[in-house]
């Protein structure tokens, strides 16, 4: 079966425009997750959707950051007036259901802000 | 939430020699994953671990779990250039640490 799969694969966008990433998550898994991985670091939550559960925002770095998923699918992650310290690789992972199990991730869209 | 701490950044080590890297948290653990990801790749579910004592093993590389559920380690015997990349522990609330990058020199 499919993977997660992440659109696009890269981004460049001048610093001051709002960008647009996409994540479709594997069919049936009711969590969501989007994380940020800096060059050379290890990765930082984002936000978490389960469900029709009010999502958990708590790791989005600043009010220019939001996302939404449709359902239990796909979901987008919107970065407003994007900053070059936006630039990273943005990761979705989606999993059967949310607490303990194994996350899968996609590949990431590389996002350099100019 | 809890951080994750994990020890050490970065690991250089000779072909075939043994190694750990430690993962704590500030906070019992309900859950922990290890993850490795190899530069410009995605990220390769290694483990899973749930229960205190718990451990689990794939091929070379082993990972605990200490009873108080606050600590892990992931071991690997006689490593291989093929070990080399970046390992990630992550709790499932969700919250990962900051990786191991792991250089194996042949």
């Known amino acids: 079966g499919a993977g997660v799969s992440q659109s696009p694969s890269n981004k460049v966008t001048e610093k001051g425009k709002d960008v647009e990433l996409r994540c479709d998550p594997i069919s049936g898994h009711t969590a969501l997750y989007w994380y940020r991985q800096r060059l050379g670091q290890g990765l930082e939550f984002l936000i978490y959707?389960?469900?029709?559960?009010?999502?958990?925002k708590s790791g989005l770095p600043s009010d220019r950051f939001s996302a939404e998923r449709t359902g239990e699918s796909v979901s987008t992650l919107t970065i407003q007036r994007t900053q070059q310290e936006d630039s990273a690789v943005y990761l979705c992972?989606?999993?059967?259901?949310?607490?303990?199990?194994?996350?899968?991730f996609g590949p990431g869209t590389r996002l350099t802000v100019t | 939430s809890q951080e994750l701490e994990q020890s050490p950044q970065s690991l250089i080590v000779q072909e075939g020699k043994n190694l750990t890297i430690n993962c704590t948290s500030s906070k019992t653990l309900y859950g922990l994953y290890w993850y490795k990801q190899k530069y410009g790749e995605g990220l390769i579910f290694l483990m899973m671990?749930?229960?205190?004592?718990e451990e689990k093993s794939h091929e070379k590389i082993t990972a605990k779990l200490d009873e108080k559920k606050q600590q892990s380690s992931l071991h690997i015997t006689a490593s291989q250039p093929s070990h080399a990349g970046i390992y990630l522990c992550?709790?499932?609330?969700?919250?990962f640490g900051a990786g191991t990058r792991l250089t194996v020199k042949p």
């Open positions: 992972a989606s999993s059967l259901s949310g607490g303990i199990y194994e996350q899968y």
């Open positions: 959707f389960q469900g029709n559960s009010a999502p958990d």
């Open positions: 671990l749930q229960k205190g004592g």
């Open positions: 992550g709790a499932v609330d969700p919250r």
